[in-house]
């Protein structure tokens, strides 16, 4: 499985970035899809994450409210809008795939497939 991410960038505080992540498969190995993100010395979290067939979702307390995570399935493709950003959201943002949405909450490690990351930038 091979996750391509695009839409990072550097934005002032209270902008707006839409980040987007396509998947080269659509199975069941990846029924579970999310955003996470690292900043330099900390580990890597989930930001947000969403059953790709039923369509619910999950969000980190520190982004709920500003973020969206939604999907396309014609075009198996997943975004990540994000508003209202902060200094604080500036991290490399990596979106992510695996079987289980119980698994992509527990940890990362837990996490099959990866996209490249992508940075984004808060400037105060």
């Known amino acids: 499985v091979q996750l391509q991410a695009s839409g990072g960038g550097l934005v002032q505080a209270g902008g707006s970035l839409r980040l987007s992540c396509l998947a080269s498969?659509?199975?069941?190995?990846?029924?579970?899809r999310g955003w996470f993100r690292q900043s330099p010395g900390e580990e890597r979290t989930l930001v947000a994450a969403?059953?790709?067939?039923?369509?619910?979702?999950y969000y980190a307390d520190s982004v709920e409210g500003r973020f969206a995570i939604s999907r396309d399935k014609s075009e198996n493709t997943m975004y990540l809008q994000m508003n209202d950003l902060r200094p604080e959201d500036t991290a490399v943002y990596y979106c992510?795939?695996?079987?289980?949405?119980?698994?992509?909450?527990?940890?990362?490690?837990?996490?099959?497939?990866w996209g490249q990351g992508t940075q984004v930038t808060v400037s105060s």
């Open positions: 498969d659509r199975t069941y190995s990846t029924q579970a």
């Open positions: 992510a795939a695996d079987s289980s949405l119980a698994d992509m909450k527990r940890s990362h490690k837990f996490v099959d497939y």
């Open positions: 969403i059953d790709w067939n039923r369509g619910t979702t």
